[in-house]
């Protein structure tokens, strides 16, 4: 052997001979599979939802202490980067929730055939999108009205 990556990568099969183990595949030829992908994004929107819950317990306990307190933190929020956070926010929700009324069907049994889950994420992204783009748009309405 020439060197200790080829040693690792010796094993015995069942009938003790001596084989290569499989290498697994590269990150250019491996292709995340739909559902591996949504499972990673439901996990990040979680955390997502869980910091941008702390800024909003941060604008009630503004709104309860002090005027120029609140006035500071409304600032921050009504400002580009706190609008992009609120909208952040607001598609981590409508994702968050989409992906978890499929692990409820899932864990009902339904959904599991091929057709049915990649149907279920593409359903997941549209009700996100628009969710989240309904939302915005009645809230500028609103605030401009």
Known sequence: MKDIREAMLVGRNSEGKRVL?????????????????????????????????????????????????????????????????LFGFTVSLFYHLASGMRHLAWDAGWGFEQHEYKATSIWIFVFTAAASLFVWVIGYFLVQG
């Open 21 to 85: 183990r499989p290498t697994s595949p590269h990150l250019q030829i491996y292709r995340w599979p739909i559902t591996m992908a949504q499972s990673i994004l439901h996990r990040a929107t979680g955390v997502a939802l869980a910091a941008g819950t702390l800024v909003l317990v941060a604008w009630l306990v503004a709104a309860a202490s002090d005027a120029d307190i609140f006035a500071t933190v409304q600032g921050w929020i009504g400002s580009p980067i706190g609008l992009l956070a």
